[in-house]
Every structure is written in structure tokens, then in C-alpha cells.
């Protein structure tokens, strides 16, 4: 045990020393991380933790320690059970201790006596960020030198866009296309929420979902934290414990989501969901002889089936059963669409403690969420996921409110460019990691990272191959650009990762 402290000790001097805190999380996790699945969301991850003055180094080593020693549960919807004993270095917050307010270091108030210290130039440069009614600074979600936060400035830029809300953007058709099921079929019943800050508590994100403390989604491998107690939300599953509480009892939960991932054609840092939830009464299902879950788990499929054709018309649909914390029964909901077999969105019979902390002791109610990026690239044949950022005018222009499923042409179809990169890899190597280095230079011009190779040696040192795929989705990308960029993602990778090149 002692051992074990201080090399976990050695490596959180040593990466604090090497720069960007982030690495500092994710080099206190022991194994890799699952992979996830794109859909309505995927995984979310971790422990049990007690608010701590972040930095307080003994504390965090006793945390991981302790961490280390938890076992993981079960995962929400993943089949690959890898990553059995997560840790992090961050302090921990019990479900009951993190109840602060998601904005406690983001109130409006404070954040106006930031801008009012600024020189009027300087102010207008840093610009506050409105989002869900709430003023954001960049130094409030990304804090270089913070251990505690691990969010990158790739991601900061796309806080506020809320592309979900373009009414011509394929996010904001397909938004309105299901806003008009839910409005035709059930007369204006559900309150629509698309502009809340993706900003919430661990409380919010994980707790109030009951996602289980040593969950693989609440690792700072894969969510983004602002501080020990405060994520952007990786599902808007994060909104159900507070709409509950304040009384609601159908609505529809639009935002932007954000997971840190893998690089591939259809994964990207931030994509957008939606979630659903309706509350029944018992005179509700008492009048169809049922019991509560199966009435709750048949109107669910009635309504999930109905929205399903509303969308792609008189398909084949299948019910899968899986598994989410916050749902039981839980299912999946697939289509027979383009000659595949294609998961549509996530759903279930709330846990009936969920209803029962919002104050509804004699209630049932199903919840669902759907990943719009997911559905809108099959719909609008959009073939890569950096496409909804795009502002090129040659995608934006082929879009229009109301014009669900407009098939998308490619203005043109520029050639990827390959390089690879082999490095001997630590213990505290993630895939992850390796994939926000790289999106930190390349931003959007890097279509995929993928392993290619993977080996030990006699001695047991690990080396891995990744194949970079580089290509702009709006031009040609020039050599010069693509080796300049190439240096600066092996001399990042070296820094960072705690990696040895080959
Ligand atoms: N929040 C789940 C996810 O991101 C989706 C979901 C929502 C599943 C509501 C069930 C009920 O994967």
C-alpha cells in the first residue's frame, strides 16, 4: 500500500510538473477505459468522493488509494467490462455532499464583477458567454494549473454554439421534426427545455441518476471536469432530478453533451441529445388493469415507436433490453434502416427512487434520450460528424427549417492524408488522452486516430501504432500543413503523455 502511494505520489509530481493538469487525472487512472458507443449517449463514470480544497495533494493520494480498492459495478449500456478498478486524483463528493449549486463558481454575479475589473478593450476580448442565462468566462471552465479541471480550450469554444437551436442547421430540423410529434400526438403537453447551461454538478450529472459512485463514465478519462464538483454534462439525463423537482411532468431536454472519446467519423468531444420524460398517475394505468411498469414500459414503446416513423417512416423496429442506472426495465430501440440494423435511442421505466426523491411516492414514468447527431447524419446523409460544425456556406446553405431529410451532396470529397506515430506506452497511457493531444493541434482537420499496431516486448514494454487520418472537410489540405502539424502532434504527444516516441 505504501508503495503503491508513493508512486502514485512520483507521478502526480511529475505530470504536475509536466504541464497541462489533465494529464494529471488521467495519469491516476490505473487501466484504460472502455470504449464507448456513439448513440443517445453512452457512458458516464466513478467514485465516491468528499469535497477536498482541490490541490491538496495527500488528500487526493488517499482518494485514489481508496478508489483503487472500490470495485466497479455495472455500466450503463457497455458491453466491455475493462476498467474494474478506476481511480482519480480528485477529491471526493458523496451524493449528499455535492449538493452546492452547479454555478456556484459561475453565479452571474460574480462573473459581472470579473468584467467590471477589466479595461473596457480587455473586457470585450474576453468575452462572456451567455448560455442558459448564465454569463461564462473562459478562465471559469478552462483553469491551466488547476488539477481538478481537465477542460481544453478545443472544447471551451464550442460552449454557447447550441447548434440545436439553428432552425435551418440539421440539429435544429431534427429537433422541431420531433418537437412536432410530441406537440401533434400529445396536444402541447410536454415543456420543451433546449437552452439550459450544459454546465451541472457531479450531483446533477451522476448522483441524481444514480449512476453508481465507481461508474467508468464519472472518470476523468472520459467526462470533462470543471472542478471536483462541477462537469459539462455528458447527458442530458443531468436535467430529470431537477425538472422533477420542480414539478414537471412531461418534458423534452435539448443541449449539447460532452464526452471526452476517441476521433472517428461519427465521434466528436461535444454532440447534441435529447431526452424525454413523462410522469404517470395512478388512475393512469389502475384504469387499464395493468401494473404500473408494464403500463409505463408499453406507453413508452407506443410513443418511442410512434416518433421512430414520424422520422423514417413505415420502418422495422426491434426492441433490445440493456441496462441504464437509471431506468429498469431499460431498452434500446433499433430500425431496420439502409439495409443495417441501427440503435436509435436509450429509454426506460424510471427508478422509482428517482421519482421518489422529487416527492412522487405513488408515480411511475418512462424517460428516454436520443443522440440527434446519430440520427441526423442517417437522415441527411451527412457522412462525417465535423460536419455540423462546419460554417462553410457549401453545407449550410443545403439546409432549411422544416426540411427534414434533405440528402446532403458533398461539394467534393478532399483526399485524407495518412501518418502514422509509435510510442512505448506507460501505465497511465489512454487512448483518450492521446485523442484530445491531438485534437488540441489539429483541431477539426483530424478525421480519425486509430491504433494500427500493439505489442510487448521481452522486457514488457508496450509499444502502440496509431494511424492518423488528416482531412479537411471543406479544401485541400497542403503537405507542408500536414507535416507542420504532424511535429507538433509527436512533439505534444511526447510531452504530455509521458510517452516515448520510436
Ligand atoms: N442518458 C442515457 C445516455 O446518455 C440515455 C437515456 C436517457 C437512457 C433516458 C434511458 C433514459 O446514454
Request: charged fraction near 20%; glycine fraction near 6%.
Amino acid at each position: 500500500m505504501v508503495g503503491f502511494c508513493c508512486e502514485v505520489l512520483t507521478q502526480l509530481v511529475f505530470l504536475n510538473v509536466a504541464g497541462h493538469t489533465e494529464w494529471l487525472h488521467d495519469a491516476l487512472l490505473p487501466s484504460p477505459i472502455l470504449v464507448r458507443k456513439q448513440l443517445t449517449g453512452e457512458p458516464l463514470s466513478l467514485p465516491r468522493r468528499k469535497p477536498l480544497a482541490s490541490g491538496t495533494l495527500m488528500a487526493a493520494v488517499a482518494s485514489l488509494v481508496h478508489f483503487s480498492l472500490c470495485r466497479h459495478s455495472s455500466l450503463f449500456h457497455y458491453h466491455h467490462l475493462r476498467a474494474l478498478a478506476l481511480s482519480v486524483a480528485i477529491p471526493f463528493s458523496s451524493s449528499a455532499a455535492s449538493a452546492s449549486s452547479p454555478f456556484s463558481t459561475l453565479s452571474s454575479s460574480s462573473l459581472r464583477q470579473k468584467s467590471k475589473r477589466l479595461p473596457a478593450a480587455a473586457a470585450a476580448a474576453a468575452a462572456l458567454l451567455e448560455v442558459g442565462g448564465v454569463k461564462i468566462a473562459k478562465e471559469d471552465v478552462v483553469r491551466e494549473g488547476d488539477p481538478t479541471n481537465n477542460v481544453p480550450d478545443t472544447i471551451f469554444s464550442k460552449l454557447g454554439q447550441q447548434l440545436h437551436r439553428r432552425d435551418n442547421h440539421p440539429l435544429g430540423i431534427l429537433k422541431n421534426a420531433i418537437f412536432d410529434y410530441f406537440d401533434g400526438n400529445y396536444s402541447g403537453k410536454f415543456t420543451k427545455f433546449d437552452d439550459l447551461s450544459p454546465i451541472v454538478s457531479v450531483k446533477e450529472n451522476f448522483d441524481d441518476v444514480l449512476v453508481p459512485a465507481d461508474h467508468v463514465s464519472r472518470s476523468y478519462n472520459d467526462t470533462y471536469y470543471i472542478d471536483a464538483h462541477t462537469v459539462l454534462r455528458c447527458h442530458t439525463s443531468a436535467h430529470q432530478a431537477n425538472l422533477l423537482q420542480k414539478g414537471h411532468n412531461h418534458f423534452l431536454v435539448t443541449g449539447d453533451v460532452y464526452r471526452r472519446d476517441s476521433i472517428d467519423s461519427t465521434h466528436y468531444p461535444v454532440f447534441h441529445q435529447m431526452e424525454g420524460v413523462r410522469v404517470f398517475s395512478p388512475d393512469e394505468w389502475l384504469a387499464s388493469g395493468m401494473d404500473a411498469t408494464s403500463y409505463a414500459a408499453m406507453d413508452l414503446k407506443k410513443a418511442l415507436e410512434g416518433l421512430a416513423r414520424h422520422l423514417f417512416g413505415a420502418v422495422e423496429m426491434r426492441w433490445v433490453d440493456t441496462y441504464f442506472p437509471f431506468t429498469n426495465p431499460s431498452f434500446e430501440l433499433e430500425i431496420y434502416f439502409q439495409e443495417k440494423w441501427m440503435e436509435v435511442l436509450g429509454c426506460g421505466v424510471t427508478e422509482q427512487e428517482i421519482l421518489k426523491r422529487s416527492g412522487r411516492m405513488d408515480n411511475v414514468a418512462w424517460a428516454f434520450g436520443l443522440g440527434l447527431e446519430r440520427l441526423a447524419m442517417v437522415l441527411f446523409d451527412i457522412p462525417d460528424i465535423r460536419l455540423f460544425w462546419s460554417t462553410d456556406e457549401r453545407f449550410t446553405s443545403q439546409f432549411s427549417e422544416g426540411q427534414l431529410g434533405v440528402k446532403f451532396k458533398p461539394f467534393s470529397k478532399f483526399p485524407p492524408c495518412y501518418k502514422d506515430i509509435s510510442f512505448w506506452i506507460s501505465d497511465i497511457f489512454t487512448e483518450n488522452n492521446l485523442c484530445e493531444v491531438v485534437r488540441g493541434i489539429a483541431g477539426d482537420l483530424v478525421e480519425e486516430v486509430q491504433l494500427i499496431d500493439n505489442f510487448t516486448n521481452k522486457k514488457g514494454m508496450t509499444s502502440h501504432c496509431y494511424r492518423i487520418a488528416y482531412r479537411s472537410t471543406e479544401r485541400s489540405l497542403t503537405d507542408e500543413e500536414i507535416n507542420h502539424l504532424q511535429w507538433s502532434v509527436r512533439e505534444a504527444v511526447q510531452n504530455k503523455l509521458n510517452v516515448v516516441l520510436r
